[in-house]
């Protein structure tokens, strides 16, 4: 039998990699990546508190499904964000979106 | 408990007997029997993929008024391993600026998307690889990775028809995967179950298409379009991109895409099967031995294939922007109208005469269709007014 | 050690390789297909946890749809996706740092708890995941006010997104 630390560990150890790719990346694209991966590592989480609490309570499987839909809905804005910025500006590199900085 | 009854599992624990014989442990001799099962599977299925080659060649040869082969063997028969012959001497390319690991890698998971379904495929009352009880979710994931392959092999050519072929098919597949969803949880209303086999042990009166006609209808409209079968083969629409995706591919690389493409037919064949048409039932037959349950099952599969092909070669084949919209503007709606329809009215009926029950249902589909039937004709009218003009659909109808 | 531990163990391997490979790839094709590994990777860890449902679900909604969208998005924005010039901004080097403090910080953290060696119960058996699941969504006692607002949600990133990309003309 697997412990939970071992869940655990793998979880945060995938958040801390999509960590610096949020932080690192420079192409939006990539940022969002990162972001993904910080999402599943708390979908992992989540299903593995359900799997090691209360089996029938299935908070930890409802909200791993909500955190999906959260997902799906990051991505299509974000991807459209990016296209629309893309066609106004022609990059998608987010240190040369200076319009707003003084 | 014998061999004709349930042969797979007598099968399967004398070899386990056999290995552990040999001083193998349990565990390992267990995985060594289901992967030898998973081995005996693919090689049935790769067997009867060749031989689609085959029905596929002559069908298409009768719709179009010839005879195909018939030149190696009995009703050309040979013919099949003539072709492999041949595609697999074939020189073997690789476009150049291909990204190689990809470009090698597509084909590979457009053939394991299709083996992959079988997995959760009942053929016969005993024999099911996974009872899994997500089984119908499982289909759309595999699905998935099928356009994963595609969209790796459109970009991995470097060639522009590729990308562009690859890119139609897969915004075809995401489109039309919608719809298919929708009347996938159609057999599960029915059923109260995800289970393939739930599904077939449910179809014990009527089949669920007398229930849900209009059901069967649509899923097997997302299924051609799934294939990327005509008239929705515009991924390949020769006159406009070579051969789509798969330009760049040669020899047995193509062969495997093909291939693919064939075995996937014959799938969706098997499921539509499974999902309205009962399965390996077919009254009380299927009781009598799992051999005559796998033809039965194998009957049914090739009959919906045989539709497949029958839409595949009698139409035309549509543009891309009209196949969208008729995917986002009509399948979609009514895909997701009949699911809520049928959702109610399994609610309302449920405690019903099952023939109260199957009456409810069917008369529910025939309104759905006709009203969806209704709004699409008034709406192409007016389209057809805008562009031609009033008197001339006036003078159209004298 | 048992087999589950070792199937554990080989799948949080390449599970965490494919994703050091998701943000590091200069390619980023490569960068996404990299992803689509990883998620399989997490759906496989899913289906060890006993969690059929969530796996199929990660499958059909991660690598279906999500990982297609960032393959077009990859694609669709094609200036930059030439592997030329650096793919780390010039603060990289924070990022890490912050990523390897998290972790670090996660590890330590988790170290000094208790419930981390519980191992989990067994699923009684006869118990439907995803009867309760569905139950559960739709009960007003339950879920039925996230479930809700999640669709809400859905429709309204629909609206945004249709809105955003739409190319005026």
């Known amino acids: 039998m697997i412990p939970l630390s071992w869940y655990l560990t793998f979880a945060a150890a995938l958040f801390s990699i999509g960590l610096f790719g949020a932080l690192s990346r420079r192409n939006m694209v990539a940022i969002l990546l990162g972001v993904e991966l910080m999402l599943n590592a708390v979908n992992v989480n989540l299903v593995a508190f359900w799997r090691y609490g209360d089996v029938a309570q299935m908070a930890g499987q409802v909200f791993a499904i909500i955190v999906f839909a959260v997902a799906a809905a990051e991505v299509a804005v974000g991807l459209a964000l990016v296209i629309s910025v893309y066609r106004r500006h022609n990059t998608v590199i987010a240190e040369e979106l200076d319009l707003m900085k003084w | 408990m014998n061999f004709w009854n349930d042969p797979l599992k007598v099968a399967a624990e004398w070899l386990e007997g056999v290995f552990v014989g040999w ?9 060594l029997v289901v992967f030898l099962g998973v081995f005996l599977l693919v090689l049935i299925l790769m067997v009867i993929d060749i031989f689609l080659v085959w029905i596929e060649r002559k069908v298409v040869a009768r719709f179009q008024d010839r005879i195909g082969p018939n030149r190696l063997g009995p009703f050309g028969l040979v013919q099949p391993f003539a072709d492999i012959i041949k595609l697999i001497i074939k020189e073997d390319t690789t476009p150049d600026g291909a990204d190689k690991v990809v470009y090698n890698l597509a084909p590979v998971l457009s053939m394991m998307s299709v083996l992959m379904v079988w997995a959760v495929v009942p053929i016969a009352p005993v024999m099911l690889s996974v009872d899994l009880n997500v089984g119908a979710l499982f289909l759309i994931a595999t699905g998935a990775i099928g356009t994963l392959s595609i969209i790796m092999a459109g970009w991995s050519s470097n060639n522009k028809f590729a990308l562009i072929g690859g890119f139609r098919q897969v915004a075809i597949m995401v489109a039309f995967e919608v719809p298919m969803l929708a009347t996938l949880m159609i057999p599960t209303i029915f059923s109260g179950s995800m289970n393939m086999n739930a599904i077939i042990t449910a179809q014990d009166g009527l089949w669920f298409f007398v229930l849900s006609p209009l059901g069967a209808l649509i899923f097997l409209i997302a299924a051609i379009a799934e294939l990327g079968r005509a008239p929705f083969d515009l991924a390949e629409g020769e006159s406009e991109l070579v051969a789509g995706y798969s330009t760049e591919y040669s020899g047995m690389k193509f062969g495997m895409f093909y291939a693919g493409e064939l075995l996937h037919a014959l799938t969706f064949g098997g499921i539509w099967s499974i999902l309205f048409f009962g399965g390996y039932r077919f009254f009380g037959l299927e009781q009598v031995s799992p051999f005559l349950a796998i033809l039965i099952f194998l009957a049914k599969a090739l009959l919906g294939y045989w539709v497949i092909m029958w839409v595949k070669y009698t139409m035309l084949r549509i543009r891309i922007d009209q196949m969208l919209v008729f995917n986002w503007v009509f399948l979609t709606p009514l895909a997701f109208a009949l699911m809520l329809v049928t959702a109610l009215m399994n609610a309302l009926l449920k405690d019903a005469s099952p023939w109260l029950y199957g009456l409810g249902m069917f008369l529910s589909n025939v309104v759905v269709g006709w009203i969806a039937i209704e709004i699409a004709r008034s709406v192409s009218r007016k389209e057809r007014e805008k562009v031609e003009g009033v008197h001339q659909v006036a003078e159209a109808h004298h | 050690m048992t087999t589950e531990q070792i199937i554990f163990l080989i799948v949080a391997g390449a599970t965490l390789a494919s994703g050091l490979l998701v943000v590091t790839s200069r390619n980023l094709i490569h960068a996404a297909l990299w992803l689509v590994a990883t998620l399989f990777g997490v759906a ?114 629909m609206v945004g997104a249709v809105y955003l990309a739409f190319n005026k003309k």
């Open chain 2, 23 to 31: 001083g193998m442990n349990e565990i390992a001799s267990h995985v």
């Open chain 3, 44 to 157: 496989i860890v899913y289906t060890l946890l006993n969690a059929g449902f969530m796996a199929v679900v990660q499958v059909v909604v991660y690598i279906g749809a999500i990982a297609i969208l960032f393959i077009f998005a990859v694609m669709l924005t094609r200036k930059d996706m030439r592997d030329s010039g650096a793919q780390l901004n010039s603060n990289w080097w924070a990022g890490a740092l912050m990523a390897v403090l998290t972790f670090g910080g996660l590890f330590a953290m988790l170290r000094t708890w208790g419930g981390m060696s519980k191992t989990a119960a067994e699923i009684p058996a006869g118990f439907d995941q995803i009867a309760e699941l569905g139950a559960q969504l739709t009960s007003p006692e339950a879920y039925v006010l996230p479930f809700e607002v999640a669709s809400v949600l859905l429709l309204a990133a």
